[in-house]
């Protein structure tokens, strides 16, 4: 299977996900996952889940953008540059105004599924585990924060565990597909005989 395929097939897999599990939570109230989760990281101080929600801010996801973007052009990368700016644009936007409309899932009188913090991170890192190496290095350092985040998220009560489970699903969709679309295809070997 070539990369392109597996990314379309990725892609193709969380957008079904996304679907399926926002289908589930629409207009219905938390699961026992979503309550014992929301219970368990309550426990934990203001001030640490505080810290663990950073990595979504845009304050900072937006200049990790911009340096992901200027490093890839300056390594004339340019369609990792687009991806790397329109992956995240794009999955936001997408969240934003058609998605969370779309499934109306709510909490505390806030639109929530899929999680726009959790669109907005992992848009930015799925666009790094498909540009940085060493990759293992990089989708480690991608889970460890996606982990601090979702504890944050949650205990701090702006999602419940499934929005950002939503949310990981949405921005992986889109930035894999993104990144298949971009890929050129390869030339077919010529036939010898």
Known sequence: MTARRALALVAALCALATLVLGLVVANRAPGALDTRATDVTGRLSRPLLDVLVLPTEPYLLIPAIALVA???LFRHRRRDALLA???PALAVALNTWVLKPLFGRMKDATLAYPSG???SLVTVLVVLVLLARPKLVTTLVAVFLLCCATIGLVGLGYHYLTDVAGGVCFATFVVTGMR??????????????
């Open 85 to 87: 700016v329109a992956g």
């Open 180 to 193: 298949a679309a971009l890929t050129p295809r390869l030339a077919p070997a010529p036939s010898t005989g």
């Open 70 to 72: 200027g490093a890839c």
């Open 117 to 119: 913090h959790t669109v």
